[in-house]
């Protein structure tokens, strides 16, 4: 064994003549040395840790050609340009490319270090039988959490993969993922057949990257102050292509700044057109939907803000990563509204069979680390199966601590008018009812004559708000169809005065919600 690794070459000396890095960072060494031994390996690196060079250095190394498995045409030709510039031999087999024949023949030579291609056609029978005709060095499965459906992004392609991999049961196989929690990283392993022992997960603290996360207000005057603050090029996701063209107009007009939208819905030409104007520029702001980043290369991203909720924390934790990869200081700033929660939940009944389940989980993670009056990164860190201090000093929370109030009892107010109102009235109605507001409505349905009816006092009551806000996050209130509020989750173990509620003191008002009613 040990004369058989001295005759390899040197992984870093590779690492240095072909690709010009002094050094591996973090566990790159650790995958590639792995990979070099012929062990598969499960790889989850954040954003930016440089995945790519942990199976394009093992397959310049190595006899035979890696084949690269990759969901998108545009990442492959990312990949593909950025390979072949530094002398790498590569190619895809894509419907967007025109050589096929010279890449199939360059691979029966033998002449190929890696070959991308997409899984729907990496599934094909004739595909295994292409394959036999040349050596093949390793598989790697980038986006590898794309075979589970725990995963955020599943895709049944991913799934064909299999007969493909047991074809060749010596040949190593690597997957990698940024983005893959505890669950999720299991069913990897197991759909791809990898083994236990060959997971490595890096680090996924990004300390220069501040995490502010708030209420929606004013989104147009949040992100320009943000925009403000940040002169450097910024990316705003936005939920729907309507919210994208809309934002990306207000913006320009209230900051004069350069200001260009990206979806799905555009021609394909000005996609690339405002992508590659991004990538080139030092102010620009892209207001995007989540169709804008994979697989996007500029490090000096100052900002990212979310207009509205991110599907999960592991696509917040991909979105926001594109912020500040050269490790200058950058932000990350997410505007929630409670609405955010209220539709996803309204999404999640649609979903069927094990995925509901899966997608339920992901959104409450999604809404405690919303909702915490804690440190933001430790939450983050948590569900990436870290163990990090409690406190990081760069986040929201941990710089501006908000006082945190219980609300337990106060919830249990709010509860109990939703239901004895009979869960079909909107906020404005249950209010009402609890500050103890008469009005025609009120008295028709002879809400005044309820226990609940004026049990919430002054001081309390600009504290409703919010609470609903947070219940709605967590799951506890949902909105029925015609707006009105309806218990669910924990909802009666909170009746019960069995789950305590806390929440962050709001800020203090000119006015409480009786004045404002000119009582
Ligand atoms: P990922 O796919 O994990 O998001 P990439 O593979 O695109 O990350 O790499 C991110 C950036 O890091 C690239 O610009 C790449 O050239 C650079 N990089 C990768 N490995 C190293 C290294 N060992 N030293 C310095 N820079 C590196
Ligand atoms: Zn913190």
Redesign the pocket.
């Known amino acids: 064994m040990a004369d058989e690794t001295t005759l390899l070459p040197n992984p870093k000396d590779t690492?240095r003549r072909v690709f010009g890095?002094p050094?591996?960072?973090g566990v790159?060494g650790d995958v590639v040395n792995r990979v070099l031994a012929g062990r598969s390996t499960l790889a989850v690196?954040p954003?930016?840790?440089?995945?790519?060079?942990t199976y394009q250095l093992p397959a310049v190394m190595m006899e035979g050609t890696c084949i690269v498995i990759s969901p998108l045409i545009a990442l492959m030709h990312d990949q593909l340009r950025s390979a072949r510039a530094n002398g790498v031999r590569a190619a895809t087999l894509t419907s967007a490319d025109s050589d096929w024949r010279e890449t199939m023949n360059t691979f029966r030579a033998g002449e190929l270090d890696l070959l991308y291609v997409a899984p729907e056609r990496a599934s094909q029978p004739q595909f295994l039988d292409f394959l036999t005709s040349a050596p093949v060095a390793l598989f790697a499965i980038d986006e590898a959490h794309c075979v589970s459906e725990w995963g955020h992004d599943f895709r049944p392609d991913y799934r064909g993969l299999r007969p493909l991999l047991d074809s060749f049961p010596d040949i190593p196989r690597l997957a990698l993922t940024?983005t893959a929690d505890r669950h999720t990283r299991a069913d990897i392993l197991g759909q791809l057949g990898i083994p236990e022992d060959g997971l490595i997960v890096a680090g996924f603290d990004r300390p220069n990257i501040r995490y502010d996360i708030r209420h929606r207000d004013n989104p147009v005057k949040q992100i320009t102050r943000l925009m403000e603050e940040h002169p450097g090029p910024g990316i705003v996701y936005a939920p729907t292509r309507r919210k994208v063209e809309e934002l990306a107009l207000k913006l320009a007009a209230a900051t004069g700044r350069d200001v260009l939208p990206y979806h799905a819905g555009l021609p394909g030409d000005e996609r690339a057109a405002n992508q590659a104007a991004f990538v080139a520029s030092e102010d620009m702001v892209m207001v995007a939907t989540v169709a804008f980043g994979m697989g996007i290369?500029k490090p000096d991203v100052r900002f990212v803000a979310h207009a509205g909720i991110p599907k999960s924390i592991e696509a917040y934790y991909q979105e926001t990563g594109r912020a500040g990869r050269d490790g200058d200081p950058s932000q990350a700033m997410m505007f929630w509204g409670a609405e955010d929660f209220v539709l996803a939940r309204q999404r999640l009944a649609e979903v069927e069979g094990e995925r509901q389940q899966g997608e339920k989980v992901r959104l409450d993670a999604l809404a405690a680390l919303v909702e915490t009056p804690g440190c933001r990164r430790a939450v983050l860190l948590r569900h990436f199966d870290e163990d990090p201090p409690e406190q990081c000093g760069n986040c929201d929370n941990c710089i501006d601590p908000p006082k945190v109030v219980d609300a337990t009892e106060l919830a249990r107010k709010l509860l109990s008018a939703v239901y004895r109102t009979g869960q079909s009235f909107g906020f404005g109605h249950i209010q009402k009812v609890l500050v103890g507001m008469e009005d025609d409505r009120v008295r028709q349905r002879g809400h005044d004559k309820l226990s609940v009816f004026g049990i919430v006092s002054r001081e309390e009551a600009p504290m409703l708000q919010p609470l609903v806000r947070a219940l709605k996050a967590r799951g506890a209130l949902i909105q029925t169809e015609h707006n009105g509020l309806a218990l669910s989750g924990d909802a009666r173990l909170i009746l019960l005065g069995e789950r305590p509620v806390s929440i962050a003191q709001p800020p203090p008002r000119s006015k409480s919600v009786r004045g404002k009613s000119g009582q």
Do not use: E, I, V
């Open positions: 690492l890095f050094d591996f960072r790159q690196m954003t930016g840790a440089g995945k790519s060079l940024a290369d």
